[in-house]
């Protein structure tokens, strides 16, 4: 009980610091120098800024396009999908074995409607919320460990289905790079862009009719 009370007080503490401090540690310029600076440990330093980022909140979209600037398009996808799949597990991890009691006193309509979509559709629920994510992912990480989904399944289900959204935020982080380098080309590369979020916006309704 006095180790989870522990781990407890330090997440609070780092949260309440990167809260504080979110205009500096959101700079895409100071993140980009930062762990840049790491060289070979880049991607590990990526990897839990991704972990604390969304154990505090941090725009997850915003993490995820500075993979594709860091890292380039292919590395930057995988980077991506790993740091989505820890840090969600964090937070899940969190909401079910240190801050449970007091989430379930704070109750939220997230978590509410969390609850009763994996009561009537089980991981599926939870592949359709991470393909178009409409909610923040952080408050859907935490809401997700307050059910009764395995951590197994739900580490799982969340890898595979935020690859299209990983993918096409890094696209978009990449390109931000490479117009940034070259002038060609770089209307169709937007236009790539744009149709990946576009085609996402139809993703869950497919999935949906295909797991049914």
């Known amino acids: 009980m006095k180790r989870k009370i522990t781990i407890l007080i330090v997440f609070i503490i780092l949260a309440t610091l990167a809260f504080i401090y979110k205009d500096t540690f959101l700079s895409q310029d100071f993140l980009f120098n930062t762990i840049k600076s790491f060289g070979p440990w880049a991607p590990i330093v990526f990897c839990l800024l991704y972990i ?7 725009p997850a979209s915003f993490i995820t396009l500075l993979s594709g600037l860091l890292f380039g398009l292919k590395m930057g996808t995988i980077y991506a999908v790993i740091g989505t799949v820890l840090g969600a597990s964090f937070c899940f991890v969190i909401a079910r074995y240190l801050a449970g009691d007091w989430l379930k006193k704070k109750p939220h309509p997230i978590i509410a409607t969390v ?3 994996v009561k009537q559709d089980g991981w599926r629920y939870l592949a359709i919320m991470r393909l178009v994510p409409i909610s923040p992912f952080s408050i859907l990480n935490y809401a997700f460990g307050l059910t009764p989904m395995k951590l197994s399944v739900f580490a799982l289900t969340t890898s595979f289905a935020t690859i299209p959204m990983t993918f096409t935020y890094a696209y978009i982080g990449f390109l931000g790079r490479e ?9 169709i590369k937007i236009g790539i862009g744009l149709a990946l979020l576009i085609l996402l916006s139809f993703l869950p309704r497919f999935f949906r009719k295909k797991v049914k």
């Open 115 to 117: 609850q009763e979509g």
């Open 52 to 58: 604390i980022g969304s154990a505090a909140f941090f």
């Open 179 to 187: 117009t940034a380098t070259e002038q060609g080309g770089s209307f």
